[in-house]
């Protein structure tokens, strides 16, 4: 007699026997039969022996049918052992649609902001590329399929999410979603009613981390929603120049031109372009400034005037190095704190 001869209730009952769940998937996967009769076996044991674990690199590699059969088997959707995040974070970290469909039909519950993450307090890296709740990672990875899912099954597109790591930082989708550069959901974002205006990582607002990051579709697309998202003096303006994004730069200048006339732009761009070394910032926002008219007015001793100075001097500008010593600017002083790391374009 051979062992597929044998009775249903004697074969369960052998694997029963077997040491662990890999011994198991072996036997069951030596015929269909075996596998039809043992499968569901298989993931009870994970679901009582490995902590539904089987669930958790289901939801990681995107494996729905993998994901089924263990919730079949008793798994809590919510099962979590080896990875830090629950199986509904780690699909929408990875973009699993279909984890993420199954994981909702499962009672998860996609709108609340805590208990996605389990890190050991020591452990937290609160610099980690992904944090937050199911809407911010999908957002934050741009996974626009899961965000308008989540969407549609109750979650809040503005949902809030606070570090827990002492810092109280905040932050939500259309933030992430920006600093990331992932324009189609920072559009549904704000079509479905998340507000333009809130901070962003970089700066006074989310156009400073799309100009940060070198986005310029989105920050023309933030521009022309909003003209006045922010106002000069921008902090988008220096984020784009310590970059070194030269469009990025124009389009905000030409922005500005059209939308705020007579503009003193603030001199923190060049700094901020001149630390970096972009020489092609620097000598664009040069044409735009009056640095000429910087020299004559104020009080020479202030720190526009010593954060002029340098630049000067870094840049061989001797006309303004000249006005400034005729205006009686000193040439020993000890820099201004916001240039203390300040260098020569000259360096290597």
């Not at 509904?88 to 649609?97: N, S, Y």
């Not at 999908?138 to 899912?149: P, R, T, Y």
Request: hydrophobic share 45%; charged share 20%; aromatic share 8%.
């Amino acid at each position: 007699m051979s062992l597929l001869d044998l009775p249903s209730e004697l074969i369960v009952a052998i694997s029963h026997l077997l040491d662990d769940e890999y011994c198991i998937n072996s036997f069951l996967q030596t015929c269909k039969r075996l596998f039809l009769l043992l499968n569901h076996s298989l993931y009870e044991h994970n679901v009582r022996f490995s902590h539904a674990c089987a669930l958790e690199w289901a939801a990681k590699n995107g494996y729905e049918a993998t994901a089924r059969f263990a919730l079949q088997a008793g798994a809590s959707p919510n099962a979590r052992f080896y990875e830090n995040w629950l199986p509904m974070a780690l699909a929408c970290i990875h973009g699993h649609a279909d984890v993420v469909k199954l994981l909702l039909a499962n009672g998860v519950d996609p709108d609340t902001s805590e208990g996605w993450c389990h890190l050991d307090e020591l452990a937290y890296e609160p610099e980690g590329d992904d944090d937050g709740c199911p809407m911010i990672l999908a957002a934050g990875n741009g996974h626009e399929s899961i965000v308008k899912l989540l969407v549609s099954h109750g979650a809040s597109p503005d949902i809030r999410f606070v570090r827990a790591n002492g810092s109280r930082e905040e932050f939500r989708a259309l933030n992430v979603a920006a600093e990331r550069g992932h324009l189609s959901i920072v559009k549904y974002l704000l079509q479905v009613g998340c507000d333009i205006n809130i901070p962003g990582w970089a700066g006074d607002s989310i156009l400073s981390d799309a100009a940060k990051g070198g986005y310029v579709a989105l920050v023309q697309f933030l521009l022309q929603v909003k003209p006045d998202i922010e106002s000069p003096p921008s902090t988008a303006l220096s984020c784009a120049a310590a970059e070194g994004h030269l469009e990025i730069v124009d389009i905000i200048l030409n922005h500005w031109a059209i939308h705020t006339p007579l503009i003193d732009i603030p001199i923190y761009p060049i700094i901020a372009a001149t630390r970096s070394r972009h020489k092609a910032v620097v000598m664009r926002l040069q044409r735009s400034m009056n640095l000429e008219g910087l020299v004559s007015s104020g009080d020479i001793d202030d720190n526009i005037h010593k954060h002029l100075f340098l630049l000067s001097a870094s840049w061989g500008w001797e006309h303004l190095i000249q006005k400034l010593l005729d205006r009686g600017c000193p040439i020993r002083f000890e820099p201004p704190q916001s240039i203390c790391q300040f260098r020569s374009h000259q360096k290597k």
